[in-house]
């Protein structure tokens, strides 16, 4: 059964920083596409980042330039690095993989 246990989440002022850590098992982590999704209060949950099999990433307009997908097969993990945080990147943040979702992590950026 595949599992993904988010971390990393928390409280931060607008301006700072958070690393996002998805731990994954279950499955052979370094084949298939693995995403971030982020949902706000009363929003739908959005597609933030995406990193392929091979390495290729994708993220939504919104976070382009702040933050960075990246996934270390050793340790079979997916980080999402949050640089240069806004009020509107708060939310509860999942990592998605194989048709399988992640509990998630509460994100919230205010001052």
């Known amino acids: 059964q595949v599992q993904l246990v988010e971390s990393g989440g928390g409280l931060v002022q607008p301006g700072g920083s958070l690393r996002l850590s998805c731990a994954i098992s279950?499955?052979?982590?370094?084949?298939?596409?693995k995403d971030w999704y982020r949902q706000a209060p009363g929003k739908e949950r959005e597609l933030v980042a995406r990193i392929t099999t091979t390495g290729i990433t994708n993220y939504a307009d919104s976070v382009k330039d702040r933050f960075t997908i990246s996934a270390d097969n050793a340790k079979e993990t997916v980080y999402l690095q949050m640089n240069s945080l806004k009020v509107e990147d708060t939310g509860v943040y999942y990592c998605y993989f194989r048709d399988f979702w992640g509990p998630g992590t509460q994100v919230t950026v205010s001052s």
């Open positions: 279950g499955s052979i982590f370094r084949i298939g596409t």
